[in-house]
């Protein structure tokens, strides 16, 4: 399960990094990438679209209500309606597997489910594992093995990851790998992931 | 001003060393923000009508349906209404949403005058106006008086089909139009500096009023250098319409219009002498840019052959443009001459890799081949090749590789360390993924003698010193060495009041764990802080350059691959890789050989699976996708050992070069697994078959 | 995608007047939105079915399972009772694409999936299936194409599942009928723009699997570029009742080689009465293939699927395949 068990609150404090207009001041400190101006919590406003409906998401623990066509993916709603651009979109297609996300403990593909179709279901992302300073294991190994080059997969791999370890904490080399088997990575880090993966399994899983 | 050099791997805390990513945490949890995550109030999202057809003109053009749609803001036509490849951009549009965004581009009505089309190299080639100026070169005897006196000759045909960059985050950019003159940019690019001065024209401001921003991005491989058509496009809608825009080209635009690496059709014929000496080589190559006819691959890529006939020329197709990929022509020269080399050597039972040593002139090459038959166990390869009747065969083959990566432009960097003891480093530069940034941190916090959190390193803006693009391996040999600069000017500065405070000679001190002490008399020592607090007011500030003594290019690269052929189903699967990579100086172990790994990754997709696929009739792509356009997965993947084979002091560039011998030496481990040499790529299911049925 | 509008239904009732108003039906959604978001179906609404109760167990009966057309991939893939008893269907479902697709994708929605030939996929190319006048893959590139049924469009069918049901024997289950499995898939020559027997406003409620292969010695094999993801270049799916060390019946279904499932009545005479072999086993996958009209590029697929019939067939006889 998440490491952020509880929900609303604590999880929004901490969990978004801003970038707001032209006061960006975007700089890097030991590798949190952090602005200067951070933006209250609401969404931004996007008008209203026509045969726009309500669609609730519980996402990390905490519950949005959004305005939007029920066309929209699941994906999309969570990168520009939430700011959650934690999951990528890449494929667009389902065969990438850089927006997965898990969904009621099972990892899908966000670019191909419809965020209303996203409804009365738990939603967890990269965001939600973690964070820079309060990494989960995973991620923590990811870093440690260097698991990541331009690092646009590694959060469906590291979510991939976290999914097969919640199931099997000691999940081996090969069935690692069938679990990542939906993920594409370009730079190649495919073995670095596995051991970071089997690293994380021996220090505890997907804590 | 003593002279510089590289700290000591030995003495040293993180140079050479292997230290996570600084900006690990931030990607692994979702912090980082790419271009494609920036979202901005009152953001809008712009997409881009392309032709469908691969060769046409737009007689008319009908944006009416588009400016009309509610919550569309701004519509852009001023771009060339002549398609000579499908996915040529006619229009684009900004809007509320991107669903209407696509839902515009949709209602935007062209009457087209459709031309005939080319879209294959093998079409191409037999029209001769489509055929660039050959590139000739000749060398010694004429190979045609020699081949009867050779003790072998082979001649065949060898094909590598063109291949795509397939960056995950696509190219693109969010463009804030500030009145009456600013723009900041967000932009996926390789170059935030190079790309300054296009933005500036595309909007029509001073280059200076222009931030380019890339703090993190999504891979390149060269295809992203400037911000291009689709910088054009999002400048000018963020303009007319007053607010920021984003365009992040589709998977599908990506595919056909972001670039791509020119295929190569070679006809061949070579010869050996009995001593496995190459003696005469006569080879003609063709290959498409796409709209051009330009060609570059060097043949006989890393080898002297005394007798020598080269021939080579440009296809113009009715495809998308190439552009640099990843070691540009030098995977494909590679996949065709290893082959070359590797037919002859067993052609004349010889070792391959003796062959390699003896008709090559490298040195450090020699000891890589050495070095790597060792690491693979090269004794206990196919005697035989194709051996035996089982089901899956086992064989190993080699290849090597030479690449530049050198320095690029020089750059500059500012150091800066405040009274308070802070310290940072700005430079300009931009990390793709090679893990920039952190040895930008790891080398100040070595000449300061403090632990790397206590550096602030700041990269990605164009308003940081000037920092060369990122391509042809020149960052970090151009990068490192202006940060080393500067570090070094800091350091030296800041010993300075040191040797004042401390009454001791500033040769005397050593910046270590976050004190200065005196070696002589280690009991003489004062903290980091302590002595920043006396600094002048201001602290330091210093600007570097790059050093040329501290980078060299030229590496050589020798790669072995074991592979088991399912000689059933024609189905390839690596085993184990070992590259052996002349690395020069390294700045950081761990994220050196993740370039050598994703290089060999590179190599073995360009094997197995990349291929571009056009469709002659309908002049369309047909794989325009990551479902069709494959690369290989998390079941492919094999045992891959990196080694820094380093040669020297110097820092040296290692992005490129670990991808191309890899795909030539899967391929000639495939012929000494079965016996069956596949001389077209990539080795599907679907050449085993036809080399089988071929040799039937 | 067009604007659509978003139907939950509460029954199969509604669902199905819902469709016949020309909604899309959706249950996993992955094919659906593949198909909406190239334009390929603009439906005025989508109807989901998962708002519907039911349809989502696996159930063991007298006459052998039944499977809820909602269920997914991966319920079918991790069904203990399924694994024991259908081996092959645990098989062919455990080979479904990717995990992040079959936690979603459901049996329902892979029965119905539209080919995957990158000319039907062009949204900007009419091909027969789309109501055109050809089938560019004869003059195109025919790589991935149909060796067996083929014509006047060469398309393969998608679904291993598909494969399963044929091989066991399953009946279609729809809220109108029941449709025996073999009379469920449709060859172009019989319907161009279809893959299936389902009228329209017809929906899969379920898979009834007969019991009568139940326990039969099985074997999926697929052969893929890309053993990660991929789709398959063909696949055999080969269940064989063993009368002591004889084969006293067999079935062998073909996937990825023709425009529907593929039952081999060929390759299974060359195994009934016989003591599996590899001699046998090439035999068969030889008989398999003995119909093949290949394309201008897609040969290779004969000796292929020649392999891949003769490694099932060794596989389910347990026997060594090298």
Redesign the interface.
């Known amino acids: 399960m998440p490491k952020e068990e509880s929900q609303t609150n604590g999880f929004s404090r901490r969990q978004f990094i801003r970038v707001s207009g032209a006061a960006v001041a975007a700089s890097t400190v030991a590798g949190t990438i952090i602005s200067a101006k951070p933006k209250p919590d609401a969404a931004p406003t996007v008008p209203a679209a026509q045969g726009a409906i309500d669609v609730t998401l519980k996402v990390n623990g905490k519950t949005h209500t959004l305005n939007v066509q029920p066309r929209v993916t699941l994906l999309d709603a969570l990168r520009e309606r939430l700011e959650i651009t934690g999951p990528k979109r890449i494929c667009d297609r389902g065969s990438c597997g850089g927006c997965t996300v898990i969904k009621d403990g099972k990892t899908v593909y966000a670019c191909m489910m419809l965020a209303v179709d996203a409804q009365n279901s738990d939603i967890l992302t990269v965001e939600g594992m973690g964070t820079p300073e309060n990494m989960s294991v995973v991620q923590a190994k990811f870093v440690e093995h260097d698991a990541l080059m331009c690092g646009f997969c590694t959060p469906g791999f590291v979510t991939s990851v976290h999914a097969v370890l919640e199931k099997n904490p000691n999940a081996t080399d090969a069935e690692i790998r069938r679990a990542c088997a939906g993920n594409i990575c370009r730079c190649g880090t495919f073995n670095r992931v596995f051991e970071a993966a089997v690293a994380a399994a021996k220090a505890g899983g997907s804590a | 001003m003593q002279d510089v050099r590289w700290n000591d791997p030995e003495s040293s805390r993180y140079l050479g060393k ?1 230290v ?15 271009t ?8 809008l999202h712009a997409k881009v009508l392309r032709s ?1 057809h691969a060769n046409a003109r737009v007689a008319n053009l009908d944006v009416s349906g588009a400016r009309n749609m ?2 569309v803001r701004a519509v852009f036509t001023d771009l060339p209404q002549t398609a000579r490849f499908a996915g040529a951009e006619i229009a684009a549009v900004a809007a ?5 965004a ?2 515009a581009i ?1 209602a935007i009505k062209v009457q087209w005058e459709v031309e005939p089309h080319v879209v294959s190299t093998r079409r191409g080639m037999r029209d001769s106006a489509r055929v660039g100026r050959p590139r000739e070169a000749t060398r010694g005897q004429d190979p045609d008086t020699l081949w009867s006196s050779a003790a072998a000759v082979i001649e065949a045909e060898y094909y590598c089909p063109v291949r795509e960059h ?5 190219h693109g950019l969010v463009v ?1 139009w ?1 009145e009456p003159d600013r723009a ?1 940019v ?1 932009l996926s690019t390789q170059a935030v500096h190079g790309s300054r001065g296009e933005l500036a024209g595309a909007l029509g401001i001073p280059q200076q009023n222009v931030e380019v ?1 890339c ?5 390149g ?1 060269g295809s992203k250098f400037g911000p291009g058509v689709e910088g054009r496009i999002a400048s000018a809608l963020s303009k007319m319409t007053g607010k ?1 825009v984003k365009l992040m080209l ?2 599908y635009d990506e595919q056909v219009a972001s670039g791509n690496a020119p295929d190569a059709l070679m006809r061949v014929k070579a010869a050996m002498s009995a001593d496995g000496k190459l003696l005469a080589f006569d080879s003609q190559i063709w290959g498409t840019p796409g709209n051009g006819n330009n060609s570059g691959i060097p043949m006989p890529y890393i080898y002297t052959v005394p007798n020598q006939k080269t021939w080579q020329a440009g296809v113009s197709t009715n495809t998308g443009g190439a552009r640099a990929w990843r070691a540009p022509n030098c995977p494909p020269a590679s996949f065709l001459m290893e082959s070359v080399v590797d037919e002859l050597a067993n052609k004349l039972g010889l070792d391959p890799v003796k062959v390699r040593q003896i008709n090559q002139g490298s040195e450090i090459r020699t000891k890589q081949l050495e070095l790597g038959a060792q690491m693979i166990g090269w004794e206990n390869r196919n005697k035989t090749p194709g051996a035996g009747s ?3 065969k086992r064989g190993m083959g080699c290849a090597v590789a030479q690449w530049g990566g050198g320095m690029g432009q020089p750059c500059n960097c500012d150091v800066k360390i405040g009274n308070d003891g802070s310290v940072y480093v700005g430079i300009g530069t931009q990390d ?3 893990g920039t ?1 952190t040895y930008v941190a790891t080398i100040v916090a070595e000449d300061l003698g403090l632990p ?2 206590r550096v ?6 164009s308003s940081l010193p000037f920092a060369t693009g990122s391509g042809g391996s020149v960052t970090s040999p151009s990068v490192a060495p202006a940060v080393k600069d500067a570090s070094m000017k800091a350091q030296v500065r800041l010993l300075e009041t040191a040797a004042t405070l401390m009454s001791a000679q500033a040769s005397d001190l050593e910046l270590r764990d976050g004190k200065i002490a005196s070696k002589s008399n280690p009991s003489n020592a004062m903290t980091f802080d302590q002595v920043c607090a006396k600094l002048p007011p201001g602290g330091i500030a210093v600007s570097g350059t790059t050093l040329a003594s501290l980078q060299q290019g030229g590496v050589a690269g020798a790669q072995f691959v074991e592979v088991e052929v399912d000689t ?4 390839i ?1 690596p085993i184990k890789v070992v590259a052996v990579q002349d690395c020069g100086y390294v700045l950081n172990k ?2 050196a ?3 050598l ?6 190599g073995l997709c360009m094997a197995l ?1 990349e291929d571009r ?1 056009m ?4 002049g ?1 792509m ?2 325009p ?4 356009y ?8 094999p ?2 050992i990196p080694v820094l084979y380093e040669t020297h002091d110097k820092v040296a560039g290692i992005g490129e070069p670990a991808v191309i011998p890899a795909a030539a030496a899967c391929v000639n481990a495939v012929y000494n697994a079965t016996g069956v040499r596949l001389r077209t790529l990539p080795m ?3 050449r ?3 080399a ?2 071929a040799t039937q | 995608m067009n604007n659509f509008s978003w139907i939950e239904p509460k029954t199969v009732a509604e669902a199905v007047t819902a469709v016949k108003n020309g909604g899309a039906p959706m249950s996993g959604g992955v094919e659906l939105l593949c198909l909406l978001k190239e334009h390929l179906i603009q439906p005025p609404s989508v109807v989901n079915l998962k708002t519907i109760p039911g349809m989502r167990s696996i159930e063991a009966v007298a006459g052998g399972m039944k499977i809820g057309a909602l269920v997914t991939a991966t319920d079918v893939a991790e069904s203990t009772v399924i694994r024991t008893d259908y081996a092959g269907l645990h098989q062919a479902a455990a080979s479904i694409a990717c995990p992040q697709i079959r936690n979603v994708g459901t049996v329902g929605g892979n029965l119905c999936q539209r080919p995957r030939c990158w000319y039907y996929r062009d949204p900007e190319i009419k091909c027969l299936k789309r109501g055109g006048q050809a089938c560019y893959a004869v003059a195109g590139n025919n790589e991935y194409h149909a060796i067996l049924g083929g014509g006047p469009c060469h398309i393969v069918h998608p679904s291993d599942l598909g494969s399963a049901f044929l091989a066991y024997g399953a009946t279609v289950v729809t809220n109108e009928r029941q449709i025996p499995i073999n009379q469920f898939f449709v060859l172009p020559k019989d319907d161009i723009l279809h893959e299936n027997n389902l009228r329209a406003g017809e929906l899969i409620t379920g898979v009834d699997v007969a019991a009568d292969w139940k326990g039969a010695r099985a074997a999926f094999y697929k052969a893929k570029e890309r053993e990660s993801f991929d789709w398959a270049l063909s696949t055999a799916l080969v269940l064989l009742k063993m009368s002591g060390s004889t084969v006293a019946d067999a079935r062998v279904v073909l996937g990825g080689v023709a425009p529907v499932p593929w039952r081999s009545a060929e390759a299974e005479n060359a195994l009934k009465g016989k003591t599996v072999s590899d001699t046998v086993a090439i035999a068969a996958g030889q008989a398999a293939v003995s119909k093949a009209t290949p394309m201008s590029e897609n040969r290779y697929k004969v000796p292929l699927t020649a392999n891949v019939v003769r490694i099932a067939v060794l596989q389910a006889a347990g026997l060594k395949a090298e």
Not at chain 2, 20 to 34: E, F, H, I, S, W
Not at chain 2, 456 to 461: F, H, K, P
Not at chain 2, 625 to 628: A, D, G, K, V
């Open positions: 292997s996570p990513r600084l900006d690990g945490p931030g990607k692994v949890t979702g912090n980082a923000k790419y494609f995550d920036i979202v901005l109030p009152g953001m469908p509610p919550g509320d949403t991107e669903e209407i696509r839902d949709r397939l960056s995950l985050e696509t804030q500030q900041t967000w921003i703090e993190v991005m999504g891979g491989f920021p589709e998977r089982a089901r899956y793709l993924g090679t940034r790397l959190s602030r390193a700041d990269i990605g803006r059933w189903t024609g189905k699967q761990l994220t050989e993740s370039q790994i994703g290089g060999v990754i590179q699976l696929k469709d002659e009739p309908t369309r047909l794989n996708n990551m479902e069709m494959k690369v290989i997965g998390s079941l492919e993947v045992e891959i599907t299911p679907k085993w078959f036809e089988m049925e």
